[in-house]
C-alpha cells in the first residue's frame, strides 16, 4: 500500500510527488498517457507570472507570488531552464491608464517586488521593437520564463531518484473509499494508497466525480499559439503582455527559454477534453491581435503552431484541499493560469501541510532527500576545451543528432535512461530537443526512431511520436529493413 | 591545428564535384567534411532515375550518379571524413568540426566551400491547421525512411506541394503498395519537373489538384483524414469546397530551403530571394576565399546543374588557392527584373568570365512563348524566345561578355517579356 498515489503527473503532480520525498512515504504517480507532461503543462504560455493581478485573498495571488520566489531555488536543484527576464503590460490608449494603476496597486497589495509604471521612452529601450502606440506599461522585474515541460520531467525524476513510482499508461477508471485506505481501479491494476491527491488537470472533476459529487466542474479553454525560429529571438527581452481592455485580455509576445519567440494564446471554450488542434481562426486571431505588440511580426519564420488547453475551474479560483465529503482526497484542480508559476508554491503547500498533516506522525522527515538531480550535459554552449574533454570521455557527444539545436547522441541516449526517461520522439524532443529546431524533425527523425529502438530494445515499427497509437513506421517496405 | 588547401563542407554532388574539380587543377592538399555515414548526400535515397542526362549523356539512378564522383574522389586520394560535423566557421577559414573517430578538431584552410545541402519547409512553416499526430513527413524524410532505412510511413496517403521529391514519392509509395490518393499543390502549377508529373502521377492515376491546399488535419494520435480545400486567386480557401480525405499519411514537399547556418556564422551575405549566398560569377561570396555552389546557394531542379556549378566553385578555389591574391574589381550587379525570381551569380567581375556568362534563374510563373530581354543598364543587349518556362525548372542564359565588358558598368537586367 502507498502512503500517496498522485493521480495526473503534469507539473502539479509531479511538483507534488517530489515535496512528498522530502519524507519517509511510499509515493505513486499515476498518468493515463504515455509520458509526464503530456496535458497542459506541454502546451502553455512557458511564463513565471509576478503575481500582480489575481484578487487579494484567492488562491492564485498566494500561490503565484510564493511560487515566483521559488523558482530560482527549484530550478537550480533541478537544473530546469529558467529566465528572470521581467515583463511588460503594455496600454495602448491612455484610457488603459487606470488598469494599468489598479494591477499596480493590487499587485503591491500582494507584495509582488518591484512593480512600476514606465513611459513610452522607457518601453522602447527595453523593448526597441515594441509598436510605438505603446503610451505606457507596467513593469514586473519578477516575471520570468521556464521550460514548463522540463520541470514537470524534472520534478518526476528527482521524485523517482529520492524513490517515488511513475506509472505511465495508466488510467484511473474507479476509485472506492475504504475505511483507511483508497483502492484506485486502474488500466494496469488495483492500487491502494492511504492518500489521493487528484492533479488530474482537465479531467480533476471526473477523477472526483469517482468518489463524490464534485462540488467544482472543470471546463477546456483552448489557446493557440505560434512559435518562431531562434533566429528571430532578439525581437522581444521580456515578456510583453497587453493591458486587458473591453476587448479581451490580449496575447503575449515572449522569448522562450530555448530561444524561440512564443506569440499568443487565444481564449476559445471548447466541448471536449482533447481537442487540442489548432484552427484557422484562432491562429488568425492571434496573428491579428499580436500586431497591436509588434506591427511587423515576422510570422513567416514560424516553425510550429500547437494549442493547449485550460484546466478553467468554475469556482474561478485554484482548488487547493481536501474534500470536505472524502476525507483523505485531496484536490488539487483547476490550476489554469498562473498555474505553472504557481505550480512550485502548491506542490511544498500540498506535500507539506495537507498531505504530511493528514498523515501526522507516520510522515517522518527523509534525511537522505537529496533535492538536486543529476546535472544535465548539454554540449552546445560547453566552451572549446569542455567540449574536447567531454568528447575524450563520452565519445558519444562527437555525434551530432539534431543539426539544428547542435544536439548530440549522447544527450539523447541519456534523456532515455534517465529516471521518468523518454519513450517517444517527442518524449526525446521535450527532453533534449532534437526536432525543435527548424527543420522539426526532418534530418534527425530517423536518428532518434533509431536510437530509441536501440536503447530501449524494441522494434523501430513500435517507436511512438508521442501517445500509444502514434506509430510512425507501419511496416517494411518490400525490400525490407535488414540490418 | 591541422592546415589544408581546400576544405569542402559537404560530401553530396556539389562538394564531391568541388572538390574533384580543384584536385584536377592542382590543388593537393584537399578535405571533404561530410555528416553523414557515406558520401553522396541526398543523392543515395533517391534511387530512382533521370540523373546524368546532361552531364553524363546516359540516365543513372542517384546512387549511382553519386557512385562516379565518389570513384573519382578516391581514385585520386582525396582526404574525406565521415560522421563529422562542422559546428562553425569563421572568416579567417577556421573550421570547428567533430566527430566520434576524432573527437573536436580545429581546422584552418586557404580555401572553403561551402555545399551543405538544403532542408524541406514543414508543416510547422505553413501553419497548417489541425491536430499534430504521427503520420506527417516532409518527402525527404520519408524517402529516407523507404530508400535508406526500409520501412514504410503509410497505407493511404495524401500529398500536399507538388515539388519534385514529393511527386518522386508518389510514384515509389505507390509501388510500394501504398494508396496515394492526391497531390495538391496551392499554386495554379506545379511546383516540379514535367516530367515528373507524366511520369510519376499521370502514369499512376494520381490526380493533381491545383489551386488547392489542406486547411485542417485530424487524428490525435496518427493521421485519420485530412481536409482540403479549393482556393481563390489570393490562395485563400473558399468556403463550400472541402473534400475530406480518409489517409493515415500527409507527404509535405512545399519547397526547400538552402542550410546556411554556417555561412553566416562565417559572416557570409545572404541573398532574400535565394535564401543562398551571394555569389560572384567565381562562385565566391562576400567573404575572400568562402566559396559556394550547389543547393545550399540556391535550389536547383537537376543535379547535373548542381555539377557545373560545382566544378566552377572548385576551378575558382583552386585559382584562388595558387594566386592567393584578392582582385580589386568593382563588380557587376545582376537584377531579377519582370518575371524572374533571383539570379544567380549576383555580382559579375568581367575579367573573370571567360567569353561567356552563364546565369542561372527562376522564372515566377508559367511563360509560353515568351522572350528573356537581358539588358546592361538599361540598354537591350540580346532577347531570347523561350517556348515554355515554369517556376519548377530552372532557366539558363548564356550572355557574351562582349555584350557587358565596359567602362562603368553597373547592371545586368533581365526581363520574361510578351513579344
Redesign the interface.
Known sequence: MYDVAIIGAGVIGTGIARELMRYQLKVIMLEKENDVADGTTKANSAIVHAGYDAPFGSNKARFNVEGNAMFDQVCKDLDVHFKQIGSLVLAFDEEDRPTLEELLENGKRLGVPGLEIIEADRIREIEPNVSHTAVAALWAPTAGIVGPWELAISYAENAMDNGAELRLNTEVTAIEKKENKFVLTTSTGDVEAKLVVNASGLHADDIYNMVAESEFTINPRRGEY??LDNEVSDLVNTVVFQCPTKMGKGVLVSPTVDGNIIVGPNAEDVETK?E?????E??AFVREKAKLTIEELP??M?????SGLRAEPSTGDFIVEESKQVLGFVNVAGIKSPGLSSAPAIAVYVAETICVGILGADAKKNPAFNPKTRKKLRFEGLS?EK??DL??VE??F???IC??E?ITEGEIVDAIHRNAGARTINGVKRRCRPGAG??????C??RVV?ILARELKIS??EV???????????????????E | MKAYDLIVVGGGPAGLAAAVEARKDGVEDILVLERDRELGGILQQCIHNGFGLHVFKEELTGPEYAERFIDELKELGIEYRLDTMVLDINDERIIHAISKAEGFVTLEAKAIILAMGCRERTRGALAIPGYRPAGIFTAGTAQRYLNMEGYMVGKKVLILGSGDIGLIMARRMTLEGAKVLGCVELMPFSGGLTRNIVQCLNDYDIPLMLSHTVTDIQGKDRVQGVTVMKVDENRQPISGTEIQFDVDTLLLSVGLIPENELSKGAGVQLDMRTRGAIVNESMETSVPGIFACGNVLHVHDLVDWVTDESRRAGKFAAKFIKESEIIEETSIETVPGQGIGYIVPQRVRPSQVNQVLELFMRVRDIYVGQTIVVRVDGKEVQAKRRGHMAPGEMERVKVPVSLFDGPGVKKITIDVEDR
Open positions: 505560434f512559435l482533447d487540442i488542434n489548432t484552427t484557422a484562432g491562429l510570422f513567416h514560424t516553425i510550429t503552431n500547437f572549446d567540449k574536447e568528447i575524450r565519445p558519444s562527437a555525434r551530432i543539426r539544428c547542435t527548424r527543420c522539426q524533425g526532418g534530418f527523425g530517423p533509431e523501430p515499427m511512438e511520436l508521442e501517445g500509444k497509437d502514434s506509430h510512425i513506421l507501419v511496416g517494411e517496405t518490400k525490400g525490407g529493413a535488414g
